[in-house]
């Protein structure tokens, strides 16, 4: 077996060639083998039929508005999807990342108010999106509460306190203090995106705002969230891939036992992922704050957090843990919102909607299970 | 960013395996002098001398509630004796718990409960022992780790063809030979097994077979725990019969047999069941 130690070794660390049985060499059928193989490559199939029948039926999904939009919808998705990765690949899950999410953006506004500048109420309301998920880690951990009822208290929580705090009104966030300035001047829209009613006055390097920040910082126009969301899915991929922290991930959700008695700080890990989602679910609800400009008490975190499992679910992440894709949630996550594009723009009837989703992902979900059994026959 | 530790220092000169049963002090590894545990109003052990050779493979026989799990676990480190002590190379130890066991190379290995089935063949040799690059971040350097797994691999003869296996897709006695592996790699001299042979077939058992016979020969001293005769004749050099919390019999396997152990065992029973009888007799007068 000296050869197969050569090719093992001089393989590098994420391997996109089809590794090829000694003596057989590159065939078809060992390229089917391989994309077989991949726990993604059924969601991908999935997600390439729904384009290829919505591009069939309109031709409105090709526009680059309507792809920002899209994407814009899609972001909170990705984000919080990488996250839930985390949190499953543990075998636990965190429901109240949809609400934190939501709250973040009151917790800056609320700072704000009370008259910081905004960059540090952006950075408060981030170190509190961490600190729930440091309560919902060390709950979880410490008192062994399981993780789903942990985090369904903290999003009831979180949602009466913005209800409390807020005295159930909306709020806009218009970024200045005081009177604005003379003369508002309107830029143009940028990708054909208009710029939110908060930015009162132009935003340019002598006057900048958030929006301006957001815009030019962040990202470049009505793309910068998806940026941002495909950074942070970047991010948790290279975390949970090619760290020590991802091997401990994936120890403590896989064998517990084993990885405890390995020396893995097995309560450690779980906390810092509880806080890791929580950080990013926050950002990307405050990076939307700075888009949209407002922020309506009513809305609710479970609507916002359970797209997101399914996207990783429907990606090949299981639930019983140890098993993940990245990029399966962003595929799932994409498909979710091409999906609901799709039916928007063939009209159809908002009474149908929900009916005709869910059982478009319960069928995707079968299909996924049954080839992936297909392929863990190919695996071995 | 730790280099992987080579094998265990000074292999022993082939043929270590076969010392004579009460070795000379130099080569007795581990020695344990009057272990003595009770639960309760239970007395799990009385007294336990034993000593393990260097490179030695020594079993454990007796009946279910003899002592020997008790025994296996103050060895490990997990429960501490009531009295006695425990020398590693003629130095005495304390283990207060089982980290001070494997500080001082005793490991005990799990079939299962140690290695986590997600994780690939290579992942789980170096498990919490992850090599890495760019320092603190900790950048897994993956080549390396498979190199010298697949070294070590070599090393201890064992053939594993796929290191990128999920361990999940290995057979009972390829899992087996992994945890055997991890143990040994981070310079575990001393391995207590528990029914390694447990639910194999013939092919696995002589992959586990052979494995113990190359550690053993590097110099790996090993305690196996079987209820299988059959198991402990293939894989041990002396046998230690414990009844009653005491060690009764300690033989070379080349000194007895299967049948030889059955009716020592047999007729111990039926001795205990004979004053059993008698006691409830004498009550029943």
Redesign the interface.
Known sequence: ??Q??VT??D???VSPAP?AKAGRGVTPASILGWVIRQREATVIAITILTIIYFSIRTSAIYTVDNTIVTLQYVAPFIVIGAGEVLMLVLAEIDLSAGQVYLTAPWFVYWFWHAGLPVGLAILIALVLSAAIGLVNGLITVWLGVPSLIVTLAMTFGLYGLVLVVSSYTQEQMTWTRGTPPASPVQTPPCHGYPLPASCVHAPSWSHPSPYFYYSNILGIGGWATICWALLVLAVIWFLLK???????V??T???I???A????PVQRVKIWCFMIISTVAGWIGILDLIRLGSMDPGDYGLNIVLPPIVAAVVGGTALTG??ATVLGTLIGALFLGILEDGLNLTGVSANYFYLLEGIIILVAMSLNLQLGRFAVRF?? | MSAAPALPDEPAPDGAAAQPVSGAETDVILRTEGISKRFGAVVALRGIDMHLNRGEVLGLVGDNGAGKSTFVKILCGFQRPDEGRIFVEGQEVEFHAVKDARAVGIETVYQDLALVPQLTVYENLFLNRELTSVGKIGVLSRRRMRHLARQYLDNIKVNMPDLDQEVEMLSGGQRQAVAVARATRLNARILLLDEPLAAMGAKESALIMELVKDLSSQGVSMIVIDHNYAHLFALCDRLNVIQQGRITVDTRVADTSVEELTELMVRSFQRQLLAGQEALGEIAV
């Not at chain 1, 008695?261 to 893995?264: C, D, K, L, T, W």
Request: glycine share 16%.
């Open positions: 077996m000296a197969a130690a093992t070794s393989r590098t660390p590794p090619h760290t020590r922290f991802g091997v401990h994936t120890a959700g896989g064998n036992l084993a990885a008695e390995a020396g893995i140890g098993r695996r071995r």
